[in-house]
């Protein structure tokens, strides 16, 4: 997202992340909330596109950013990106460790290993293998204030001279879950042309790729609720987890094979939520609060989150909290 207009010079990652979400939501009717939970950040940060867009409105700058993002969304329409950051990003989630030879190479380039620099390191390279922004992401985050001020500067000072050590650490990664994809690819962009680039091969040939599935295991619970965050296919389930919520005790019961593993059933016949299924509903309520309830998920519940992003006019949120 290098390639698209700043309305500020400070680098929090909070214009490059929201840049992803509007291009999710362009042309869609999709909430902040689920698109914040598909791309594995925090619940809070469903606010943040509010603030970045008003500040955009006030730089006037954002006209051209919608420019930019409906002409990326229109180009990867007709190029499919060869990389599946959703899948990763599951692959991934807590991913740490940096790998066995961190200390050798952080040594070939002169930089003293710490135990700091370890955790720096494990963090740089979950963003080259997801696509992320570490100091936002939803399990093991950098806090705000030092630790994330002193990543920002490990990132822009030591990532650059490790970068061969990274892509290799990921490549080992990807090919130990089967992923034939690259490691990294983006895009390009200038005024004159537009978004250009072709599909990149994967790093290396696999016979991984006749055996790699996308297919979601029932237990998998993240999986289960970024399901129910961004499809319709698991609706029944849904509600039966907010019956639940409520104290009901009459539940629909599992709809598709995918959910029978959330369920359980009492002596006398009726359907109960297993554990497995108490897990998602208490996902659900860490992404989208404690009070679950049907009207956030009614497609018709506020005009005002429902109104699509176009390239012409931004979406507006109640809330435009400042992110700095």
């Known amino acids: 997202m290098e390639q698209l207009p700043r309305a500020t010079v400070k680098k929090?990652?909070?214009?490059?992340?929201?840049?992803?979400?509007?291009?999710?939501?362009?042309?869609?009717?999709?909430?902040?909330?689920?698109?914040?939970?598909?791309?594995?950040?925090?619940?809070s940060f469903a606010a943040t596109p509010g603030a970045v867009l008003s500040r955009l409105v006030q730089s006037e700058m954002l006209e051209e950013s919608l420019f930019v993002l409906d002409?990326?969304?229109?180009w990867l329409e007709d190029h499919h990106p060869p990389i599946d950051y959703a899948r990763r990003r599951r692959l991934f989630a807590d991913l740490t460790d940096p790998g066995p030879?961190?200390?050798?190479?952080?040594?070939?380039?002169?930089?003293?290993?710490?135990?700091?620099?370890?955790?720096?390191?494990?963090?740089?390279?979950?963003?080259?293998?997801?696509?992320?922004?570490?100091?936002?992401?939803?399990?093991?985050?950098?806090?705000?204030?030092?630790?994330?001020?002193?990543?920002?500067?490990?990132?822009?000072?030591a990532v650059p001279l490790l970068a061969n050590y990274l892509d290799a650490q990921a490549r080992t990664l990807l090919d130990h879950h089967d992923v034939d994809e690259p490691v990294r690819w983006e895009p390009a962009f200038d005024y004159d042309g537009g978004w250009s680039g072709s599909p990149a091969e994967p790093d290396r040939p696999s016979a991984g790729d006749q055996r790699r599935t996308t297919k979601v295991t029932p237990t998998d619970v993240d999986a289960v609720v970024h399901s129910l965050a961004t499809s319709g296919r698991h609706d029944a389930l849904l509600v039966d987890l907010i019956s639940h919520a409520r104290g009901d005790t009459i539940l629909l019961g599992p709809q598709t094979d995918a959910t029978s593993e959330l369920y359980a059933q009492s002596p006398d016949g009726r359907w109960e939520i297993a554990d497995t299924g108490l897990q998602v509903l208490a996902r659900l309520g860490h992404t989208f609060g404690s009070a679950i309830d049907l009207d956030q998920w009614d497609e018709h519940s506020t005009a005002e989150t429902n109104a699509p992003t176009t390239a012409t006019s931004g979406p507006r949120e109640e809330?435009?909290?400042?992110?700095?």
């Open 101 to 157: 030879q961190w200390r050798t190479a952080l040594a070939d380039h002169g930089i003293v290993a710490t135990d700091r620099r370890r955790r720096l390191l494990g963090q740089a390279l979950y963003e080259r293998i997801t696509g992320s922004d570490a100091r936002l992401r939803r399990c093991h985050p950098i806090p705000a204030g030092e630790q994330r001020v002193a990543y920002t500067e490990f990132r822009m000072t």
């Open 12 to 43: 929090t990652g909070a214009w490059e992340v929201v840049a992803s979400m509007i291009l999710i939501r362009l042309g869609t009717f999709a909430r902040w909330a689920p698109i914040a939970l598909d791309l594995d950040l925090p619940a």
């Open 319 to 324: 809330r435009p909290d400042d992110v700095g």
């Open 71 to 74: 002409g990326l969304h229109q």
